[in-house]
């Protein structure tokens, strides 16, 4: 099994470009999610999926949207970047029964110029 | 709201030290689920411990010891004789249900010198 796979892994932007950050996941696990990882502020949620089709916001949702029509995979979408943006993206899917842990991606580190 | 404080930004040791991390937490929820991921130079997180709110037993695997405390909120992380492979970032989280919808700590980082 492959895990949970994130590409790329890394990515350079200019500001103002769109990009789409892949996430699949090979468990058929229910729940998928995205985070974001900046220095000293652990990681923040920003969206998540509770099943395909189902998608709600996180803790810091602005800039980013996301879909879920299947259940193996999960992109991130980044309408137009902007410096603020980055950061390490980290995707992370578990089983819908609460006991279980988030199984994370290797990470992917975006930087917006 | 939650929240996860993990004030030790960073901790350096000397290798065969003991090293303890701290982690507070704060939610409303009568249950929840606290977790530790270590994040090693490469990277990516790695899944220690799982413990829910019911279960204020503590645990041991190895070198690594957990103390869950309800009663002031703490769940800290004891790494015994510490070796250089400990090197990393350590993070505590929370979660109220949901399997992955995660509120971490700004982490620890810890540095073992050999």
């Known amino acids: 099994n492959a895990g949970v796979t994130q590409t790329p892994k890394f990515q350079v932007l200019k500001t103002g470009q769109s990009m789409t950050l892949q996430c699949a996941q090979d468990?058929?696990?229910?729940?998928m999610s995205w985070y974001r990882q900046d220095p000293g502020m652990g990681l923040r949620l920003i969206h998540y999926s509770v099943g395909a089709g189902i998608t709600d916001q996180g803790e810091v949702p602005n800039g980013y949207n996301v879909s879920r029509s299947t259940t193996e995979d999960f992109p991130l979408r980044l309408l137009s970047a902007a410096p603020s943006q980055t950061s390490v993206y980290f995707c992370?899917?578990?089983?819908?029964?609460?006991?279980?842990?988030?199984?994370f991606g290797q990470g992917t580190r975006l930087t917006v110029v | 709201a939650q929240k996860v404080t993990q004030a030790q930004t960073e901790i350096s040791v000397v290798e065969k030290e003991d090293v303890t991390l701290d982690c507070v937490y704060e939610t409303r929820d009568t249950t929840y689920y606290l977790f530790w991921y270590k994040q090693p130079p490469s990277g990516e997180l790695v899944f220690l411990i799982r413990?829910?709110?019911?279960?204020?037993q503590n645990e041991i695997s190895g070198r690594y010891s957990w103390n869950f405390q309800k009663s002031t909120s703490s769940f800290n992380f004891t790494i015994t004789a510490s070796q250089v492979v400990d090197s990393a970032v350590y993070f505590c989280?929370?979660?109220?249900?949901?399997?992955?919808?995660?509120?971490f700590g700004g982490g620890t980082r810890v540095l073992v010198k050999p």
């Open positions: 992370a899917s578990s089983y819908s029964n609460r006991r279980t842990e988030a199984f």
């Open positions: 468990m058929n696990h229910e729940y």
């Open positions: 413990r829910n709110s019911f279960d204020e």
């Open positions: 989280a929370l979660t109220k249900a949901a399997g992955n919808k995660l509120t």
